[in-house]
């Protein structure tokens, strides 16, 4: 990994400085992370927060309980804890996702709002289900600290993005004279949060998920061509860009899947994790450190912003299992996001056609954010709607 890709960490105590304190100006290290000018073509879209307090401590405690959750018995996890009304945007959801047409097994989530158990007002929730889903929680006899901890975590991850969005709007403002949005305002009230909290399970040797493309480098660049994305790299989550604002990452823990105790991570297969195709089309594996929280700009965020920060498309590569044998790698992102209402305008002076010539170029499998951002105002919550649709049809593509 050069320089020029290497991940952004900044200090939690420079997010509570006032963004326009010129003294403590994090502008510079925005446009680095996130930036869609000319100036760093070579920006992961990714930013690590350090030294977040009792983020550590919470996310260690948190975390193995993913393990436990996906050893529950499966009529439980099936009866009590999976939501079809919601579209399996609350509670346990496996298998309900697919790949094409195929049901997807290699992954399961547990989805969940940290903010509230009953988001939005009641005319919300039935104009919006999926935005606004029910939480679902294990009994307390069964996952006793599942609940506490996860709206824990949740909540500080979300007042995390809030604070980071403050500065982003400082950042933007620089760039693009005409914003006037308030994203720090716009995620310091949201209920719109949504939690997942993920268990990977170990991939059979018959997936061949992990044979390295040709023309691969040994060390932390998974690849060097746009074109290794239609390799294995995406054996665990397929590649995608997120949809939304903003995505906090409590970075990644890996276990033993018959013991749940935790393998450290040079012990694992290196080239398995989250890996991002940075603005210049280059496949990068990203560590997040294990003391910092990351945060990921989403599309929305691209287009009110008339590309001044650029989502960047994204996977997670399996553990190859002739390298280590039964691996189960447990995440939990928090995505963070305006009401559903949130019109996705483009500020005065900017262009469409510069929000879509910012989006990265080269993967092929991603659909193309013209054919799902098709006017400029559409709500968020119908790009949304129209995103999950496109995505679908496009994962059926040979």
């Known amino acids: 990994m050069t320089d020029d890709d290497e991940l952004v960490i900044i200090d939690y105590t420079d997010l509570l400085c006032d963004p326009s304190d010129a003294t403590n100006n994090l502008s510079p290290l925005l446009s680095k992370a996130f930036g869609g000018g000319r100036n ?22 948190f975390l193995p309980l993913a393990y436990k959750l996906a050893h529950l018995p499966s009529d439980y996890l099936e009866e009590k804890l999976t939501d079809e009304a919601s579209m399996y945007n609350s509670g346990w959801s496996h298998g309900k996702e697919k790949l094409g047409d195929v049901p997807d097994f290699h992954k ?22 999926v935005s606004y889903p029910i939480n679902k929680w294990p009994q307390r006899d069964v996952l006793p600290e599942l609940e506490d901890l996860g709206k824990e975590l949740g909540t500080l991850m979300r007042d995390t993005v809030a604070l980071l969005a403050k500065h982003v709007d400082g950042y933007v403002k620089s760039q693009c004279a005409e914003y006037d949005s308030s994203m720090g305002g716009e ?39 746009k074109e290794e ?34 393998i450290p991570r040079k012990d694992v297969d290196p080239k398995a994790g989250l890996i991002v195709m940075n603005r210049n089309g280059k496949i990068v594996k990203v560590d997040i450190p294990e003391d910092c929280m990351a945060v990921q ?7 009110v912003t008339n590309g001044a920060v650029v989502a960047t498309p994204h996977c997670v590569r399996g553990v190859d299992p002739k390298r280590t044998a039964k691996v189960a790698r447990i995440s939990f992102p ?42 400029d105002g559409m709500k ?5 709607h129209t995103t999950f649709a496109k995505y679908y049809e496009w994962s059926k593509k040979p």
């Open 380 to 384: 968020f919550g119908t790009f949304l």
């Open 297 to 303: 700009i989403g599309e929305c965020l691209q287009i």
């Open 108 to 129: 399961a989530s547990f989805y969940f709002n940290p903010i509230t158990d009953m988001p939005g007002s009641e005319e919300d929730r039935k104009l919006y289900p």
């Open 229 to 262: 994305e239609d390799g294995h790299n995406d054996s665990w989550i397929g590649w995608h860009a997120d949809s939304g604002f903003f995505t906090a990452l409590a970075g990644d823990l890996f276990v033993d899947h018959e013991t749940g105790i935790p």
């Open 40 to 61: 760093h073509t070579n920006s992961l879209g990714v930013i690590a927060i350090r030294n977040i307090p009792s983020f550590v401590s919470t996310k260690e405690a």
């Open 187 to 225: 995620m310091e009230k949201t209920e719109k949060v949504k939690g997942r909290l993920l268990y990977y399970f170990p991939l059979d040797s018959d997936d061949n998920v992990n044979e390295s493309p040709s023309n691969a480098e040994e060390g932390n660049d998974v690849a060097e061509s």
């Open 334 to 375: 928090c995505f963070v996001d305006t009401v559903p209402s949130f019109p996705l305008k483009i500020p005065r002076g900017g262009s469409r056609q510069n929000v879509l010539d910012c989006s990265v170029k080269g993967c092929a499998k991603i659909p193309p954010l013209y054919e799902r951002w098709v006017e």
